[in-house]
């Protein structure tokens, strides 16, 4: 299994608070992504890296913001948590794609199930 | 159209069935494919690539219709431990940033 890891795994916050997850690699993958995943909607992408210090925004990225000082760690922080906020995050990470695929093969991490009251 | 399509299912199929999904993709530009599994509260993890007409992988078989724009899965024998969900992940055409569908789910009963 590829060097991916989540924290925490599981937090309950109150409205209004900031939260900060951490994402965390071993494998050196240039690219490193943050999800969200909620029923009926699957898989959504928040922000996503292309390298240490270059980000951008995915398709919800409303209320989050991200930050990657070095390769190894990604961080996502939501400036202040709402009800809606609540959700499953994943992250995930990729290699710099090669050959026919402009995508590679993404590696997910445990996922962080985020509880906003 | 949205970008990825996919029927949510649940299929519910018995142990040793044949099951098949489809998922259609918007984007004439995709040139590779990817389904992946995701158990109950995991994380989703690669089954197949396909980056030709289609792949085979033991029980699994990916094949790619680029006129009409779908790539089935076709599960053979079925076992319980299929049950999960599938995602189907078209390449951005050009991008890194991968569209994933909702996912169809599959239920594998005794």
């Known amino acids: 299994d590829a060097g991916i890891t989540q924290s925490p795994r599981h937090k309950v916050t109150e409205t209004g608070t900031p939260v900060t997850l951490r994402c965390h690699q071993t494998?050196?993958?240039?690219?490193m992504y943050w999800y969200r995943q909620d029923p009926g909607h699957g898989l959504r992408l928040i922000h996503y890296?292309?390298?240490?210090?270059?980000?951008d925004k995915g398709e919800v990225s409303d209320g989050y913001s991200v930050s990657r000082s070095k390769t190894e760690d990604f961080l996502l922080t939501l400036e202040s948590a709402t009800s809606s906020q609540t959700s499953v995050y994943f992250c995930?990470?990729?290699?710099?794609?090669?050959?026919?695929?402009?995508?590679?093969?993404?590696?997910f991490g445990p996922g962080t199930r985020l509880t906003v009251l | 159209r949205k970008e990825v399509e996919q029927d949510p299912g649940p299929f519910n199929v018995p142990e040793g069935a044949t099951v098949a999904f489809n998922c259609t993709y918007s984007?004439?530009?995709?040139?590779?494919f990817f389904w992946y599994r995701q158990d109950c509260r995991k994380e989703p993890k690669l089954l197949m690539s396909v980056y030709s007409s289609g792949n085979e992988d033991g029980r699994f078989t990916a094949q790619l219709n680029r006129a009409s724009q779908y790539i089935s899965l076709l599960i053979r024998d079925s076992k319980l431990s299929d049950s999960a969900t599938y995602l189907c992940v078209p390449s951005s055409g050009g991008s890194y940033i991968p569209t994933f569908g909702r996912g169809t789910s599959l239920i594998v009963h005794p």
């Open positions: 984007n004439s530009a995709s040139q590779s």
């Open positions: 494998e050196n993958h240039r690219y």
């Open positions: 890296s292309y390298g240490v210090k270059d980000t």
């Open positions: 995930a990470i990729s290699e710099e794609s090669v050959g026919l695929s402009s995508y590679n093969e993404q590696f």
